[in-house]
């Protein structure tokens, strides 16, 4: 059972275009959505997190903006740029954050 | 540099014959986590301990073992692998300041059990 869905598994978007995408949840018990980026031959890295007391998040061209009645959670890209190349997940914890569930992942590719 | 190391980066191994995957931290962090990535299923967690002696398992547990005994080391070991188990994995570390304290990820094992 996925706990958190992803989408989509793939995208191409030209350089200086927004790119968007998708999670969505279950479990309501989830206080804690990350995503972390990940570039070819390395381990994720966390890009930026959101609680869901908040309904947007920013950090420079990157956004989350989070529905907690939707349980959805979004990762927008501005001014897409090609080292932005990379794998996105999404992630969902809760408690103690001992457990984190990832998302599917979403492999982004900026042409310019 | 902090860093999470793990070794072998590269592993080619027959059924049935244990290996161990190591994974060391130097950042002193309680929490250390092993995950495996396939394709079209991201990112899953194998087991995790929240510190010393204290392990508890994820999602995908079945086939695994690890252990905690020192804070910095948390050993992945595979008594008997199978080939289900070719997969890229993932050892985490994280400080337990508060819930923004993110997993710092190594660089991550390939596996391929024949």
């Known amino acids: 059972q996925q706990q958190v869905k992803q989408s989509p598994q793939s995208l191409i978007v030209q350089k200086g275009g927004i790119s968007i995408i998708n999670c969505a949840y279950e479990?309501?018990?989830?206080?804690?959505f990350p995503w972390y980026q990940q570039f070819p031959g390395k381990g994720p890295a966390l890009l930026i997190a959101?609680?869901?007391?908040?309904s947007e998040k920013k950090e420079g061209r990157f956004t989350i903006s989070f529905n907690k009645s939707a349980k959805q959670f979004s990762l927008h890209i501005m001014d897409s740029q090609p080292g932005d190349s990379a794998t996105y997940f999404c992630?969902?914890?809760?408690?103690?954050?001992?457990?984190?569930?990832f998302g599917i992942g979403t492999k982004l590719q900026v042409i310019p | 540099e902090a860093q999470v190391t793990q070794n072998p980066r590269y592993l080619i191994t027959v059924t049935g014959k244990k290996l161990t995957v190591t994974c060391s931290q130097n950042?002193?962090?309680?929490?250390m986590s092993w995950y495996r990535q396939d394709p079209g299923l991201g990112l899953r967690q194998i087991y995790y301990?929240?510190?010393?002696?204290?392990?508890d398992k994820g999602d995908v547990p079945e086939g695994y073992k690890v252990s905690r005994k020192e804070k910095r080391n948390f050993p992945l070991i595979l008594e008997s692998p199978s080939p289900n188990q070719t997969s890229l994995y993932f050892c985490?570390?994280?400080?337990?300041?508060?819930?923004?304290?993110?997993?710092?990820f190594g660089n991550g094992t390939r596996l391929t059990v024949t």
């Open positions: 992630a969902a914890s809760s408690g103690g954050y001992q457990k984190v569930t």
């Open positions: 479990n309501t018990a989830f206080d804690y």
């Open positions: 985490a570390s994280r400080a337990e300041t508060g819930f923004n304290s993110p997993l710092h």
């Open positions: 301990s929240m510190n010393v002696e204290v392990t």
């Open positions: 950042m002193n962090h309680e929490y």
């Open positions: 959101i609680r869901p007391d908040v």
